[in-house]
């Protein structure tokens, strides 16, 4: 009896984790991930999580420590040219949490975003 293959993720889905580290020391993380949904053979909608946290606090800059922000994402894109061409739209909601919200000043802790673009493959 032959083992079982195991079975990857449907379609396409993406995670990046990225470090950064200023010249004085200050560190903080991203953590992205991105998932395709293939409605049909041209129609995909992307979902996407982005979220940054800061190990210090840093306000020349406006960011505290702890989790920074949030930002929740979908669009919706058509390929024209296979995947080398495809424009899309999409709403994005961006939240700021704890020290950082209140360095926003009079920016808003939680804002939604219309976009409209074009991802090209070259």
Do not use: H, Q
Not at 13 to 22: C, H, K, L, P
């Amino acid at each position: 009896m032959a083992s079982p293959r195991p079975c990857p993720a449907p379609y396409w889905f993406e995670v990046d984790a990225d470090v950064y580290v200023s010249d004085l020391g200050d560190a903080s993380t991203g953590f992205d991930t991105e998932y395709e949904l293939l409605l049909n053979r041209n129609l995909i909608l992307t979902l996407s999580l982005d979220a940054t946290v800061a190990f210090s606090e840093d306000r020349e800059i406006g960011v505290g420590a702890g989790l920074n922000s949030t930002e929740l994402g979908a669009r919706l894109s058509y390929n024209v040219v296979d995947r080398l061409f495809s424009p899309y739209i999409g709403v994005v909601n961006e939240r700021l949490y704890g020290d950082t919200g209140d360095l926003a000043g009079d920016s808003p802790a939680d804002t939604w975003f219309v976009v409209i673009g074009t991802r090209l493959v070259f």
